[in-house]
C-alpha cells in the first residue's frame, strides 16, 4: 500500500531527508553518498547483505555517529543541531540488539520511553501515565505489565520495545532488524503491529528487514543497500526485481502469484548452491 497522501515535503519533522551522507569509522567509508528522502507517514524498509550499512545508517540518521559529509534533515533542520533530549522527541530507535537490567517490568521498560520529557526532579506526570499506558495498550500487553522483562517470550519482549518506542512519542521509528530471532507467526505480527502503528498512529517508520518478502508486503518504499551504497530506492515491485536481487544477493529468484492472488517472491538457489549441487554431480 502507498500512502502517497502523505507524501511530499511537508517540511514538519516527520519527513526525513538524507543527502550526500558519507559516514567514516576509522579510515573506512563505512557509507558513501548516501541520499534518501522518506516521506511523512511512509513505512521504509532497508535490506541488503550483511556488513552493507544498513545499521550504520540508522545510527548516523540518530545523530549517533558523526558523518563526514552530507546532510541529515527533519523537516527543514539538520539532527545535529538538536538536542540529544529534544532529537529524542523526533526519532525512536530501536537498536538491533538490546539487553535489559534484570527484574525491570514491562511498565517499567515503557516508562523509559518518556525519558526526553523528563525534568531532573519532575515525578511522573499524568500525561507521561497515559502515554506508558496507551503504549502497553497498543501492544497487547496490559496483562504482563507487572511481569519482569526475562520471564517474556521473545515476541512479547520485542512488543514491550515497540512500547517504549510508542511511549516516546516521536514521529519517526527506526528499527534495526525488529524481527530477527522470532518464529515466522511472532515475525508477521511484529510487522502487522508496526503498519498498524504506521497507520493509526501516523508515525513514519524505517525498518531493517533481512526477508525480502516481508519488505515487499508491508513497505510503502524499499531502500536497498550494498557495499555502505544506496544502491536505488522505491514501490518494492519496482525495486525487487529478479536482476536486482541477483546483483545485491547473488540469489536466483522469481516472482510468482500465490493462491490468495497476491505476489511473492521465491528464493530458487544462490550463487553458492549453484556451484555445490555443480561439485556435487562430479
Ligand atoms: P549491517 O547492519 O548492514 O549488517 P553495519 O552497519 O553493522 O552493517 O556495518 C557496516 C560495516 O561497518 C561492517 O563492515 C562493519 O564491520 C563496519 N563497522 C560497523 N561499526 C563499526 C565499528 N564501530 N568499528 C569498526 N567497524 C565497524
Ligand atoms: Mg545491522
Avoid at 502497553?136 to 515497540?162: C, D, F, K, P
Avoid at 546483483?247 to 505476489?263: E, K, L, N, P, Y
Wanted: aromatic share 4%; with cysteine.
Amino acid at each position: 500500500m502507498n500512502l502517497s497522501h502523505h507524501g511530499g515535503s511537508c517540511g514538519h519533522s516527520c519527513c526525513l531527508r538524507v543527502e550526500n551522507m558519507s559516514v567514516k569509522i576509522g579510515t573506512d567509508c563505512i557509507l558513501k553518498d548516501v541520499n534518501l528522502h522518506v516521506h511523512c507517514g511512509e513505512m521504509a524498509a532497508i535490506i541488503g547483505p550483511n556488513g552493507c550499512g544498513k545499521s550504520t545508517f540508522l545510527k548516523a540518521v540518530n545523530g549517533m555517529i558523526p558523518v563526514v559529509g552530507g546532510s541529515i534533515c527533519l523537516g527543514g533542520r539538520d539532527v545535529h543541531d538538536f538536542s540529544r533530549k529534544a532529537l529524542s522527541r523526533e526519532i525512536a530507535f530501536l537498536t538491533q540488539t538490546h539487553d535489559v537490567p534484570p527484574d525491570v517490568t514491562v511498565r517499567e521498560l515503557v516508562r523509559m520511553g518518556r525519558f526526553p520529557y523528563r525534568r531532573l526532579w519532575s515525578g511522573s506526570r499524568r500525561k507521561d501515565r497515559d502515554a506508558v499506558e496507551g503504549a502497553i495498550r497498543a501492544v497487547g500487553l496490559e496483562a504482563h505489565a507487572g511481569q519482569a522483562m526475562q520471564h517474556l517470550s521473545g515476541g512479547e519482549q520485542q512488543r514491550a520495545w515497540l512500547a517504549v518506542l510508542l511511549a516516546q512519542d516521536a514521529p519517526i521509528l527506526l528499527l534495526d532488524e525488529p524481527t530477527t530471532y522470532l518464529d515466522v507467526h511472532h515475525q508477521l505480527r511484529i510487522l502487522d503491529l508496526l503498519r498498524r502503528i504506521n497507520e493509526r498512529w501516523q508515525k513514519t517508520v524505517v525498518v531493517v528487514l533481512h526477508d525480502m518478502n516481508q519488505a515487499w508486503q508491508y513497505a510503502d518504499e524499499v531502500v536497498v543497500m550494498k557495499d555502505g551504497r544506496l544502491v536505488c530506492t522505491g514501490p518494492p515491485q519496482a525495486v525487487l526485481t529478479p536482476e536486482r536481487l541477483w546483483d545485491v544477493f547473488a540469489v536466483h529468484t522469481d516472482i510468482v502469484t500465490t493462491c490468495d492472488g497476491r505476489s511473492a517472491i521465491v528464493v530458487l538457489r544462490s550463487d553458492v548452491s549453484l556451484q555445490t549441487s555443480n561439485l556435487g554431480k562430479t
